[in-house]
């Protein structure tokens, strides 16, 4: 199992990697797809947002495609920051963090 620290780490792992990058590197395309690394984040973002959803017993909503991709690590941190704040269970930190380490070796 996954604790909070765990996934906060690998979160942080994750925005290190992709913080300082500008507009031409997030609209490459990601390893071995045909989606750009700014598709590949934002898929990471929905889908930790619909687990922090879930956890709260809440409906799921779509996280907005903001216009400009440098904003794609805050809204990693704070959708995160949201499952974590919701208790979600041990197995549910577990996936989420194995989303981000897959999305990490895609990118």
């Excluded at 959803?53 to 704070?78: C, S, W, Y």
């Excluded at 041990?90 to 990118?107: I, Q």
């Amino acid at each position: 199992m996954v604790s909070a620290a765990e996934l906060e780490r690998a979160v942080q792992l994750l925005v290190r990697q992709v913080g300082h990058w500008e507009q031409p590197r997030w609209g490459a395309t990601a390893t071995g797809g045909n989606a750009s690394r700014a598709d590949l984040v934002h898929r990471l973002v929905q889908e930790i947002a619909n687990l922090a959803a879930d956890a709260e017993g809440e409906p799921r909503r779509t996280v907005p495609r903001l216009d400009n991709d440098l904003a794609l690590p805050d809204q990693l941190r704070v959708v995160t920051a949201d499952l974590v704040a919701a208790g979600a269970a041990p197995e549910v930190l577990a996936r989420a963090a194995a989303e981000v380490a897959a999305t990490r070796s895609a990118l």
